[in-house]
């Protein structure tokens, strides 16, 4: 569906005439139907209206990240930088220990960031490119701007900081030679960005901007935040919304200072982005300097891991990047004998193989389970210590940690928590990663009266049980019919009871594909249950 600019607009839009509209109208609607920009307005949407003062944002933006696996990996490798990494010297293994450890607002910015690169870069042009790491710039300056800010929610002038150039990228990715023909004019001298942008397409970057993110829905402070402010010196702001406006303003200005700071002549462009915004941000020579310093040093990150960063080779003629999305990975055991007297099948309980060495030859076992298993382990079993000494543990996000270490070092399709339900008298999903997950966690739920199948077996014993093949004829019958409804395609799966005091309070599942003859080394085994003990902790103390 075609974007259109002649939508019910707010107070506040820039006022401009139906021949503009019906310029910008035509423009979007070439950029729609030849671009997967209404794809990418639905997942930029969604990031943007999560909110960091709601618990229930920290698991949605989780969920949305690991939901798509080039996301999830180019978000840890910016939270393993140096710019990045602060008080922890451990690798960050998982986006729930990212958002932890880096701050709900960092991680959010920087997953808008890269959705934008995903979404933009298609023609990897040279201007693209250029305009992606401008907005990237941008939003790191807004977001620094924002935690030295008094005002409630200061972290939204760092999307409307990202967006601000949203026109410019627009067209460059869309036609290189009308934006070519654009930037001319605004170098030659003789005609302002707004001037050239109408003359060339009919219609001004910043409405081309307001356009789209109208149609995405966006928060209409953020979009507001996009107007043009009056001329000159500014003044103190007196709402939030002005503090936003002039925050976009500047971080799209020193934005373009930044790749050139420490060039000859740009003193003169420095003091007078001073001038006009000094006084209204609490900005001198020195606060100005130590700002470009920390946000070099973050935007350089980011552009490392987005891949933007440009050949000198480069031709800037349909250039392709040699831009890959690289595989980046930053108890007591249950014998056989055992089992016996648990009353359970053998085959449903931890396969324990003591010799792992010859494994190491591959990246992945078949059935999906990544050979660096044990490490991924033990760096989540220190992500939930860390967590639970910090003295800012939330229980939920506790659980996510733990959840998303079991789901990403074992190599899970589908990975839930499920809890007992006192008022329903059922077990139901609380918290679920993976493929479908939302709609799988919903009907993930069964009574808690007592029958012989393995999770009821499970909790009544409280044994950790891994499933190799669900297709064993044994194992086949133990499993409930609803399991079979809900998971038909489940071959290898792992239930961990979570007891207290003989009571059950639930347990962790997570579910494969593909069978997995590899069974569980004893290593990987305690560390599995040291996560679960992790959680019980934090479970029995509610």
């Excluded at 397409?201 to 402010?229: H, K, M, Y």
């Excluded at 002039?246 to 003091?271: K, W, Y």
């Excluded at 792992?494 to 569980?520: M, N, S, W």
Aim: with cysteine; glycine share 4%.
């Amino acid at each position: 569906m075609p974007i259109s600019s002649s939508s019910s607009r707010p107070p506040g839009s820039i006022p401009v005439d139906d021949d503009v509209f019906s310029a910008c109208d035509r423009l979007l609607q070439s950029i729609s139907e030849n671009t997967d920009l209404p794809a990418l307005g639905s997942s930029v949407s969604r990031v943007v209206r999560l909110a960091s003062s709601d618990h229930e944002s920290v698991r949605e933006l989780a969920y949305f990240v690991l939901a798509d696996v080039a996301l999830t990996q180019k978000i840890l490798r910016i939270a393993n930088t140096a710019e990045y990494r602060s008080y922890s010297v451990a690798p960050v293994t998982t986006i729930s220990k990212a958002i932890f450890m880096l701050g709900f607002d960092t991680v959010k910015t920087s997953a808008l960031a890269m959705l934008l690169v995903d979404g933009m870069s298609g023609s990897h042009a040279l201007s693209v490119r250029a305009e992606l790491e401008h907005a990237l710039s941008a939003s790191v300056i807004g977001r620094e701007l924002a935690r030295r800010s008094h005002f409630k929610d200061a972290e939204e002038a760092a999307v409307a900081a990202l967006f601000k150039n949203m026109g410019r990228l627009l067209v460059a990715a869309h036609d290189h030679t009308l934006y070519g023909e654009i930037v001319a004019l605004i170098e030659g001298g003789s005609h302002t960005p707004t001037q050239a942008s109408v003359k060339v397409l009919g219609c001004s970057f910043d409405l081309l901007a307001e356009s789209v993110l109208r149609e995405w829905q966006i928060p209409n402070t953020i979009v507001t935040a996009l107007n043009p402010l009056p001329q000159g010196v500014l003044r103190l702001a007196k709402t939030r919304q002005e503090w936003m406006q002039q925050v976009a303003a500047f971080s799209m200005a020193a934005a373009t200072l930044l790749p050139r700071m420490h060039d000859e002549g740009q003193d003169v462009a420095g003091r007078a982005l001073l001038k006009r915004f000094g006084h209204a941000l609490d900005l001198d020579q020195e606060s100005l300097t130590r700002l470009f310093a920390t946000v070099a040093q973050e935007t350089r990150a980011l552009t490392d891991q987005a891949y933007l960063t440009v050949p000198q080779t480069d031709s800037g003629d349909g250039d392709q990047d040699a831009q890959t999305d690289s595989d980046w990975e930053p108890g007591d055991d249950t014998s056989i004998a055992e089992a016996a007297e648990l009353g359970l099948p053998s085959e449903l309980l931890m396969t324990i193989i003591e010799d792992s060495e010859a494994l190491q030859a591959n990246m992945r076992h078949p059935s999906g389970k990544p050979v660096n298993a044990r490490e991924q382990l033990m760096a989540g079993v220190q992500d939930v210590t860390e967590m639970m000494a910090s003295g800012r543990c939330v229980v939920n996000d506790l659980i996510m940690l733990a959840l998303e270490t079991i789901y990403r070092s074992m190599g899970f399709r589908f990975a839930t928590i499920c809890l007992k339900d006192i008022k329903t008298n059922q077990f139901r999903a609380r918290i679920s990663l993976g493929e479908n997950n939302t709609a799988l966690q919903a009907r993930f739920v069964f009574p808690c009266a007592s029958s012989r199948d393995l999770f009821h077996l499970a909790m009544e014993n409280d044994a950790d049980l891994m499933i190799s093949d669900a297709s064993v004829s044994k194992i086949r019958d133990l499993i409930p019919a609803w399991h079979r409804a809900l998971l038909p395609d489940a071959r290898s799966f792992i239930v961990l009871p979570l007891v207290v005091q003989k009571v059950p309070l639930g347990f962790f599942y997570a579910d494969r594909t593909q069978p997995a003859p590899e069974g569980v080394p004893s290593d990987e085994a305690a560390l599995i249950r040291t996560l679960k003990v992790q959680v019980l902790a934090v479970l029995s103390s509610r």
